[in-house]
C-alpha cells in the first residue's frame, strides 16, 4: 500500500507531516509512504518505508483554488492527486487549501461513478467520544435533494467501513424534529431519505443535538454544514479560552484548576478532532484525505490510519455499487 | 405604557411570568401591566399597576401554529396580539409556541410598512456579555437577498434604539469572509448590503467568530440562524454539563470547583440570554416579543425592560421611515 502526503499543507507543515509520518511508518511497515515536497532536506533518516517526490511548487491556504490548480501544476498538492490518479500512490492526504485540493482531486481522479457532488465529510466529536460524520460541510454551498441522498448513501457506507460503526445511523439536519419543517430542500430529501431501503434513516436532527451524537452520519447542504462546523469549533474554543482565564486569574485558582486538570485534559481529548483523522474528500475518484489546517503529527497519524481503512475496504467500490443499484431500482 | 403578557407562555409559566410582573411593576410604577390567562386566581395582591384579562383558551407548545391561531380565537396568545392591534396594549410578551406568535402576530397586527417578512430576532450572547442582534433565526426558513437587506436595516435601527449600540456594526453570515463566497443568497445579498449607505456593512462573518462580537447587526436567512443558535445552545449545553460532571467526580474535585465557582459563575452570566431578554418579531405591525421559552422571572422583567424602549423610541416608526426613504431612493 502506497500512501502520498503533502509536505506544503497545514499551519505546522512541513514538521508536523514528517512526524506523523514517522509516527506512522513504524506502526505500519507494510506500507510506503510517499512525501511530496519541495525540498528534500526535509526527508529524514532512518525510515526505510519512505520515499520523496521533488515539486516546485505549493499551493498557498489564500490561493484561489481553480487558478491554483491550473497555474501550479508542479504543486505538492496537484501532483498528489496526479498519483492517485496514475495509481503511483494509493491515497493523498493533504492539510492544505481545501477548495485546491477538491479542484485538483475533481480535475485529476473525477467523480466516483453515480455521484453527482463529492462532499467534504468531517467527523465531529461528540461527547461520547465517538463521533459523527457530517457531510457536506462547504465542498458545495448549495445542494439539491438527490445529493443529500449520494451523501447519504457515501456517508453511510464510509462510517461503516472506516469509521466501525455497524448499521450507522442517519440524521438530516434541520430547525426542527417534526417531519414537513424546514426549507423545500430539507423537506424534499426527508422524503428521498425515508425511501432509501439500504439506509438506517432517523429523521430531522437539530444542531442542538448533534454534539450527544443522536446519528452516526448527518446530512446537509454545504453552508449550514459549514455553519455548523465552524460555529462548533468557535463555541468550544471561545468556552475553553475563557476558563483558561478564569484558571490563571490567581495562584487559588491555578491550584484548583491543577486539580482538575486530568478530567479537564480526558474531555478535550474526547472533544479533540485530532483523534479522528482528516475529513474523506466522499465522491471524489480516488481516497482523498483532507487534513485539518491545524493537525499536529497526531492528526496525520491518524489520517494515515484513515488512508489505509479507506483503501483496504474498498469504500470507493462498495459506494460505486450501491449508487449503481439504487440508480437500477429508480429507473 | 400599556405592556401585556402572556401568562401562559414558557416552561416556568405562569409562575415566571407573574414574578416578573412583579419586578417590573415596581421599577416602572408608570407602566400598566396586563396578564392575559385562563385562571384569575394566579394574579397577586398588591401591585397597583396591574390589571388581568381573562380568556378561555390557551396555546400549547406543540399546537400547529396557524391551525391554533385560527382556532382559538379565545387564547391569551391571540388576545394579546388582538389588544395590541387595538391599541388596547403599546406592547405584547409571550414565551410560548414561536410559530403561533408569529401567526397571530401576523393576522392582527399586519407588517410594518416596506417590510416583506417579519424576522426573530434575539439577541446572541458574545463574550464582552454586550450581544449580537441575529436576524432572521427561523420565522422564514428560506430567504431572498431583498429580505436580508431589509433584515439589516430593521437590525440596525433595533440595535441602535433599545440595545444602545451607537452605529451598530452589520455583518452577512457566510462561509468564507472574502468577497464572492457563499450560496447565490449571501452573494447577491452581499451586493446589496454594500450599497446600503445607512447602515454600518463590515462584510461576511463567519460562525466561528460570532461569539467574540464581529458586529452587533447579524443577518441570515432563517435556516442558517437557526442552526447557529441552536448549535451555540446545544455546544454551550453539552460542555457546561461535561464540566460540572468533572467538578462533581470526587470530594477533591468538589473543594477545587467550590474555588473556581465565582468566576465561572460571571461566565455563565455573560452567556446567559436570560441577561438580554426576548427577541423580538422584527417586522410585525406592534412590538410583540418572543421571551425564550425556559424564561425565568429576570427574563421576563427583562423583556419588559425592552418593551419599554422599542416603544418608547418609536422603533416601527423609525424602521417604517427608513425603508420608505431606501424604496423611494431605488425605484
Not at 63 to 80: F, I, L, N, T, Y
Request: hydrophobic share 40%; net charge neutral; with cysteine.
Amino acid at each position: 500500500m502506497r500512501i502520498a502526503l503533502d509536505a506544503h499543507g497545514g499551519d505546522y507543515a512541513p514538521d508536523a507531516v514528517v512526524k506523523g509520518i514517522r509516527l506512522a511508518a513504524g506502526e505500519w511497515p507494510d506500507t510506503t509512504f510517499i512525501l511530496i515536497g519541495r525540498d528534500e532536506t526535509m526527508l529524514p533518516n532512518g525510515i526505510s518505508n519512505l520515499e520523496f517526490r521533488l515539486v516546485s511548487e505549493q499551493i498557498e491556504a489564500d490561493d484561489e483554488p481553480v487558478k491554483a490548480v491550473r497555474r501550479k501544476k508542479d504543486s505538492s498538492m496537484v501532483v498528489g492527486c496526479q498519483m492517485v490518479k496514475k495509481k503511483e500512490a494509493d491515497a493523498f492526504i493533504s492539510g492544505g487549501n481545501t477548495g485546491a485540493l477538491m479542484a485538483a482531486g475533481l480535475f485529476y481522479t473525477g467523480r466516483m461513478k453515480g455521484v453527482d457532488r463529492p462532499a467534504l465529510a468531517p467527523v465531529f466529536p461528540t461527547l461520547s467520544g465517538k463521533g459523527t460524520l457530517v457531510l457536506d460541510v462547504g465542498a458545495n454551498p448549495e445542494a439539491k435533494p438527490e445529493h443529500l441522498r449520494q451523501y447519504a448513501l457515501m456517508g453511510s457506507i464510509y462510517a461503516e467501513k472506516v469509521l466501525g460503526y455497524s448499521e450507522p445511523r442517519v440524521g438530516l439536519l434541520n430547525i426542527g424534529t417534526e417531519t414537513g419543517k424546514g426549507t423545500e430542500l430539507t423537506k424534499e430529501a426527508f422524503s428521498l431519505l425515508e425511501k432509501e431501503q439500504s439506509i438506517r434513516f432517523i429523521g430531522n436532527t437539530e444542531a442542538r443535538d448533534v454534539l450527544t451524537g443522536p446519528c452516526e452520519v448527518l446530512v446537509c447542504d454545504g453552508f449550514s454544514g459549514n455553519i455548523l462546523l465552524k460555529n462548533t469549533e468557535g463555541v468550544a474554543k471561545a468556552i475553553f479560552d475563557r476558563l483558561k482565564q478564569e484558571f490563571t486569574r490567581s495562584w487559588t485558582n491555578k491550584l484548583a484548576a491543577a486539580v482538575l486538570a486530568p478530567g479537564l485534559k480526558r474531555f478535550k481529548k474526547d472533544m479533540d478532532y485530532k483523534e479522528h483523522g482528516g475529513a474523506p474528500l466522499l465522491g471524489l475518484g480516488g481516497p482523498i484525505i483532507k487534513a485539518h489546517g491545524s493537525s499536529d503529527a497526531k492528526a496525520f497519524y491518524n489520517a494515515v490510519r484513515q488512508a489505509r481503512l479507506f483503501i483496504e475496504q474498498g469504500v470507493i467500490s462498495q459506494i460505486e455499487q450501491e449508487l449503481s443499484k439504487h440508480r437500477g431500482v429508480d429507473e
